[in-house]
């Protein structure tokens, strides 16, 4: 959609007479103007509208304006916010601009002075627009944001462009599927390194030999099957970000290399004693309890304090609930689009059932359900029957104890035959779940420890029988 001449700006300030002025003063300059009087509607504004500039009174009620821009900036780090104050002093000026501010006006103030630095203020947003256009073409990619309105996802994003501009190591913690790649992502985005490669890998996901060998590189004859020397993760990332997803699971011979790392910044290749520069940012991810790994010995003590420097905490979907009807619906866009069909409708009863669900898989989960959404009603809007059918058992008002008595009582049918072995088994797995669960009072990673399984297939089966932690805590 093609901007006004002047572009677009929203004020926020909890004086209606003056927005009003302002509005008149802006949009007699060619201006879009989009008003709010509380800053809670100003953060909601941002994630429905593309703003170019906003000017935003330094002391709203029940507000701190600085406090506003820096939520405002961890949304779109990028957007020049110009404060307005009638108290202004050199010290809160100073402040303002330090925090990121574009500009800063006393009230009252010239209407010239305002549009100048507005207009000054679109332009730039204007060319930003376009580079990232030009971007984003040349990618093939459109960057993924943290969305959301609600105060878990604000702290998170104002933590994001507080610790970004570091060098200093990042650890990442929160449960399956919150998201924790995509803050990491934007941390590499908001850092002096974004112009350098984010590179990925999971530690879980390899043996520790593997991983040794994936992480640090190896030359040839290093181990049997090293044919050639080769370049490992931390020299792809030179000058980049390497996220270690689920740190947790690295074994302790590479947690000892890793500590190396980060002491010293520098490693060596398997197989070789030449050391090398380690010109990369860490940030690590985890859906562990470091603190009880490091008590249990399975994760060393001195690289926990090295990782967590600046800690950051994904909330589980569940902690944030109001953000669902924001996520469902950019999920289902982007879904529609993948599988090419048309874009259905979510019933308003559906946002009802979204958020009475308990989301044990988080977003991912909510990401998976939204595809299935598409495919299962393509030529249809989405009613209340297509995602009770989905959430399959369909949550119960049952409290889980109840229900697994219940099905304690219920292995032979009213005729007396016996249950197929499938539906015995999927029985007795719920029951041993609930039982799991029950033992570990709620606690997932105490829980999937003791059945022997990593906590992202845990949480499939909770989902698959329709359990949630919380109800067991």
């Not at 879980?204 to 049997?224: C, D, I, M, R």
């Not at 044990?360 to 998976?368: H, K, M």
Request: with cysteine; proline share 5%; aromatic share 4%.
């Amino acid at each position: 959609m093609k901007h006004p001449r002047g572009g677009h700006v929203l004020v926020v300030d909890d004086d209606a007479e003056l927005c009003e002025l302002i509005s008149l003063r802006l949009e007699a300059r060619g201006m879009k103007v989009t008003t709010a009087l509380t800053a809670a509607r100003g953060l909601e504004l941002l994630e429905q509208e593309e703003v170019d500039a906003v000017v935003l009174d330094l002391r709203l009620e029940g507000a701190d304006g600085l406090e506003v821009m820096g939520q405002m900036r961890a949304r779109s780090p990028d957007l020049p916010v110009v404060i307005l104050t009638a108290h202004g002093t050199i010290e809160t000026a100073v402040e303002a601009m330090q925090r990121g501010a574009y500009g800063f006006l006393t009230k009252p103030f010239q209407d010239h002075e305002l549009v100048q630095k507005l207009l000054h203020a679109t332009e730039r947003s204007d060319l930003r627009r376009e580079l990232a256009d030009l971007r984003r073409i040349v990618a093939g990619t459109t960057p993924e944001r943290l969305l959301g309105t609600s105060s878990a996802i604000a702290e998170v994003r104002d933590r994001i462009a507080r610790v970004a501009p570091s060098e200093a190591t990042v650890l990442i913690l929160g449960e399956s599927g919150t998201g924790k790649e995509l803050a990491a992502r934007q941390v590499h985005a908001l850092s002096r390194r974004a112009s350098g490669p984010f590179v990925a890998v999971n530690c879980g996901a390899l043996p520790p030999e593997l991983l040794e060998s994936e992480l640090f590189g190896h030359v040839k004859g290093a181990f049997t099957g090293a044919t050639q020397t080769r370049e490992g993760l931390f020299g792809a990332a030179r000058g980049g970000t390497l996220f270690l997803d689920e740190i947790g699971e690295a074994a302790l011979r590479v947690q000892v290399k890793l500590l190396r790392v980060l002491q010293e910044r520098r490693f060596a290749r398997v197989g070789s004693t030449v050391e090398e520069e380690a010109d990369v940012r860490i940030v690590a991810a985890t859906n562990r309890d470091l603190r009880e790994e490091v008590e249990a010995k399975r994760f060393r003590e001195d690289l926990y304090y090295r990782l967590a420097v600046l800690p950051i905490v994904m909330p589980p979907l569940r902690e944030r609930l109001e953000d669902i009807p924001i996520l469902a619906t950019r999920h289902l866009e982007q879904a529609a689009a993948r599988n090419g069909l048309r874009l259905p409708q979510l019933a308003p009863e559906v946002m009802d059932l979204l958020r009475s669900h308990s989301w044990p898989g988080n977003v991912r989960e909510l990401v998976n359900a939204m595809e299935a959404l598409v495919l299962l009603a393509p030529e249809d809007d989405i009613r209340f029957e297509h995602v009770a059918r989905m959430f399959d058992p369909p949550t119960s008002s049952r409290a889980p104890a109840d229900a697994v008595r219940e099905e304690e009582q219920d292995w032979l049918s009213a005729e007396g035959e016996l249950p197929t072995l499938r539906e015995a088994r999927d029985r007795f797995e719920r029951r041993y779940l609930s039982e799991v669960l029950r033992r570990s009072k709620g606690n997932v990673a105490a829980a999937a420890r003791t059945a022997s399984r990593n906590r992202t297939d845990f949480y499939e089966l909770l989902r698959r029988h329709g359990l949630s932690p919380a109800e067991f805590k």
